[in-house]
C-alpha cells in the first residue's frame, strides 16, 4: 500500500476569519504528491496512482528542488494561463505547460514531518523551497493569516474556484473526520460549467480535481 496519503478536504459554505486558521487559494488542477529521492521526483495521485503523463514536470522539480534522501511535497498540477489564471481543460488535455504549487511539506530530507505543526511544516517548506530558481515550474504555495473573508471576496470577484482554511496548529492527517482543511468553493465558478461530463469522458484516467498569490488576489479585496 501507498505509505502517503494526502489530506481530505472538509466543506464550508461561508468563507470566515479567524486568527488560529490561514486562508489559502485553493488551485484547480490535480491534488498530487510529489516524491523525491537521490536526485529524482515522482509525482503521484491521491490514489497513489503515477501521474506518468506529467514525467516532464516531475523531472524538472527534480532538477530545481536536489535532495538525497527522501522529500514528500503536498500540492497541485495546475496549467495557468498568461494572466496567471488556472485553466484546468488545458490541464486536463495537455494544453500549455504545469507547474506544481507546493502548499504543505510532510517529509523533508528523511525527517518526518506530518505530526507537527501546519505553521511551522510551511515554514520548513518555505525554506526548503527559498533556493529554487525563480522561474521554475515548482513554486510555494502562499497563504493569508486569519483573513478569509477578504480572500473569498476577491476570489469571487476573479472568477477562481474558491479558498482552502487550514488550522494552525494542526498536525497532517488523513482521516476526512480528523481533517482541520475547510475548502469554500466560488458558488458562480465559471469553469465549473460542464466539468461533470469532462469527468464522465475522463473517468477511467488519471484522476481529476487557483491562482498562485494570495497577496496579490486580495488586493482592494475591501473595495
Avoid at 484547480?28 to 516532464?56: C, K
Avoid at 480528523?178 to 465549473?192: A, D, F, G, I, M
Avoid at 477511467?204 to 479585496?221: D, F, L, M, R, Y
Wanted: some cysteine; proline content about 5%; charged content about 30%.
Amino acid at each position: 500500500m501507498f505509505p502517503f496519503e494526502p489530506m481530505p478536504l472538509r466543506r464550508r459554505r461561508e468563507a470566515f476569519d479567524h486568527p488560529d486558521w490561514i486562508f489559502e487559494l485553493k488551485y484547480d488542477g490535480f491534488r498530487a504528491l510529489a516524491m523525491l529521492q537521490s536526485g529524482r521526483a515522482q509525482l503521484i495521485s491521491r490514489n497513489g496512482n503515477p501521474f506518468a503523463s506529467f514525467a516532464d514536470l516531475a523531472h524538472s522539480i527534480a532538477a530545481d528542488l536536489k535532495v538525497d534522501r527522501r522529500t514528500v511535497l503536498d500540492g497541485e498540477i495546475v496549467c495557468l494561463n498568461r494572466k496567471g489564471k488556472p485553466q484546468f481543460k488545458n490541464l486536463l488535455f495537455r494544453r500549455g505547460t504545469p507547474c506544481f504549487y507546493a502548499f504543505d511539506l510532510l517529509v523533508s530530507d528523511g525527517k518526518d514531518h506530518r505530526r507537527e505543526r501546519l505553521i511551522d511544516r510551511k515554514q520548513e517548506l518555505r525554506r526548503l523551497l527559498s533556493n529554487v530558481p525563480e522561474q521554475s515550474l515548482l513554486r510555494y504555495a502562499d497563504h493569508l493569516d486569519g483573513f478569509g473573508t477578504a480572500l473569498f471576496k476577491r476570489v469571487r470577484k476573479l472568477d477562481l474556484e474558491g479558498i482552502v482554511a487550514k488550522q494552525k496548529s494542526a498536525p497532517y492527517v488523513t482521516t476526512r473526520e480528523e481533517s482541520t482543511w475547510v475548502k469554500v468553493l466560488n458558488p458562480n465558478y465559471t469553469q465549473r460549467e460542464g466539468r461533470e461530463e469532462l469527468f464522465e469522458r475522463d473517468r477511467h484516467k488519471e484522476p481529476t480535481p487557483g491562482w498562485h498569490s494570495c497577496a496579490i488576489a486580495c488586493v482592494e479585496a475591501a473595495s
